[in-house]
């Protein structure tokens, strides 16, 4: 046991142990009012912040309410300037109808509104660059706008950053994901990736029109490439998760690269089902019908004749429509109504013109198609088979059982060739294989052509500025899909600077073809060629 001796302590155990007690009290005291003076610093910290945070917003908010009357001001001294007749007038300018015209953003010189509607212009009215400029000019006329007219640039510059923020943004992480995917081509060697989708949940009943709009689609991604694989395909679906999560179904036509990039995708991802496009699949089945047909070969060719023999001349109303070197057999159904009706037109000729030299020039330029009058009739049938299947799926979907309902539509004449029956048997079929990816209770998407629909109004504004190549008016696809508001439009121009557009564009695609077919026919300039002094001296 340990005695008194054995501590270095000289003091007494009895007043040790009283002076530790007192000692231990008073570190509790201290560390008491330690831990309170911590808990009320922490609290002042956190009080300091909200009200920063709410002096920021105010502050904020003042900045917009002073830019907004600096505006009005502006107004307000443009009308003080304007001439007495026209005072009266100015009561009902455009700044007061039309909402936005009074909100000015940090760094811009024109109003939302007016930008707003100059972006509307290009992509609701789909009109050109310059043919907007000169619009707003009309309006800046009639309206007395406060502000002059911005020039095409600038509008390109507008479509282009919302274009970049509606790719960019922010998008819902969930399964009920909808991809769409293909391919756009212009001239050129490049070529862009381009992957829209919607979710299953904004297709909802309560929708008045079945068919998708281009408001209805997100743009998820885009990338322009000179050369593509089944590979990178993989690997752009494979990134494009990080913005959506794993879709559960995608839409595509069966192009290989296209083809072999979804498949790999959907074994490494076997939650996605792959859907082939109804429009590119009944493409095919006619193309696989009617390629060797000798009889439909033989009408194409009397077709373009007849089209060259009646364009310049008084029948012109007659004359068959223009073939297209791609995409023939989704077009198909223009040639064969023509056919048909200009043989109804033969059947009554004699009512419709006067004399009979007249009827006797006429029958010498059309009457071939007489010959073709029983292939017209089961080509017509075909083609409304293959119309009724599309609507079908474009209207209805793909759903459990989907393929019973299509089997009453697709019913046919008693004249029906064999041939007919095949197509509609290979119909049906698609549909009844499409239909059993679904699950109970689910409608999946049968038809990409809403993206074949932004292609084609991409492609007429592309074309009247850059004769048809790949440039940064590609960030035109993402800014035609999705709603475009003057909410959207504000977002885009406070987020998207024009640096990033530029950099992203050079980055993308260096030297555009007007560029590069500029300086390839431009004049060279020498330089001025100065005599040899020296040798003039000698």
């Known amino acids: ?18 002076f530790f007690l007192n000692s231990r009290d008073q570190w509790n005291a201290k560390c008491q009012q330690a831990k309170a003076t911590v808990k009320r610093l922490e609290n002042r910290v956190r009080f300091l912040e909200k009200s920063k945070d709410e002096w920021k917003a105010k502050a904020k908010a003042l900045e ?87 020039s095409w640039s600038s509008s390109r510059l507008w479509l282009l950053r ?140 009397w077709a373009v004749e007849t089209r060259m023999a009646l364009h310049q001349t008084a029948l012109s109303y007659l004359e068959p429509p223009n073939q297209r070197a791609k995409s023939r057999y989704m077009n198909m159904d223009l040639l064969v109504d023509w056919g048909v009706k200009a043989l109804s037109f033969l059947d009554r000729i004699e009512e419709y013109l006067k004399t009979k030299a007249e009827v006797e020039a006429l029958k010498k330029k059309m009457d071939w198609i007489i010959q073709f009058r029983t292939d017209l009739a089961e080509w017509k049938e075909i083609l409304e088979l293959v119309e009724k299947t599309e609507a079908y799926v474009r209207t209805k979907g793909l759903f459990h059982d989907g393929d019973q309902e299509l089997r009453c539509l697709l019913r046919l004449s008693p004249k029906a060739t064999e041939r007919t029956l095949r197509i509609r048997w290979s119909l049906i079929e698609y549909v009844l294989d499409a239909s059993l990816k679904a699950k109970p209770g689910e409608r999946l998407l049968g038809s990409s052509e809403v993206l074949e629909s932004v292609f084609g109004k991409f492609k007429y504004m592309q074309a009247e500025h850059v004769k048809g190549s790949f440039t940064g008016m590609v960030l035109a696809i993402p800014a035609m899909v999705s709603k475009t508001t003057q909410e959207v439009v504000r977002c885009a121009l406070e987020t998207i600077p024009v640096h990033t557009v530029r950099t992203w564009m050079k980055e993308k695609f260096g030297k555009s073809a007007l560029t590069k077919r500029k300086e390839a026919f431009s004049t060279p300039i020498h330089p001025e060629q100065k005599p040899d002094q020296f040798r003039l001296s000698a």
Not at 4 to 18: M, N, V
Not at 180 to 189: H, K, S, Y
Request: hydrophobic share 40%; proline share 5%; net charge negative.
């Open 162 to 301: 919302v274009g970049y923020y509606k790719l960019t943004r922010k998008k819902d992480l969930a399964d009920d994901w909808v991809w769409i995917v293909d391919f756009t081509i212009q001239a050129g060697p490049m070529k862009g990736l381009t992957v829209v989708g919607l979710r299953m949940s904004w297709l909802g009943d309560e929708r008045n029109d079945p068919v998708l709009c281009h408001e209805d689609v997100e743009p998820i991604t885009l990338v322009p490439v000179q050369q593509s694989n089944g590979e990178f395909v993989y690997q752009q679906l494979e990134e494009a998760i990080e913005k959506t999560g794993v879709p559960r179904q995608i839409i595509a036509d069966q192009g290989g690269d296209v083809k072999a990039g979804i498949q790999k995708f959907i074994e490494t991802h076997p939650q996605t089902d792959f859907i082939y496009d109804v429009k590119h699949f009944t493409a095919r089945i006619l193309e696989r019908e009617f390629k060797a047909d000798l009889m439909w070969i033989e009408f194409t060719k």
């Open 64 to 150: 917009a309410e002073n830019a907004t009357l600096k505006a009005q001001i502006g107004v307000v001294s443009m009308l003080a300037e304007a001439p007495a007749e026209k005072k009266n007038s100015s009561s009902t300018t455009a700044l007061s109808l039309v909402p936005g015209f009074d909100i000015l953003l940090g760094q811009h010189y024109y109003p939302l509104g007016l930008i707003t509607l100059s972006v509307l212009l290009l992509l609701s009215a789909c009109v050109g660059l310059r043919c907007g400029e000169k619009i707003l000019k009309l309006l800046n006329a009639f309206f007395q706008l406060p502000r002059s007219t911005p």
């Open 1 to 18: 046991m340990t005695t008194q001796d054995d501590l270095p302590y000289t003091s007494p155990a009895r007043k040790l142990i009283r």
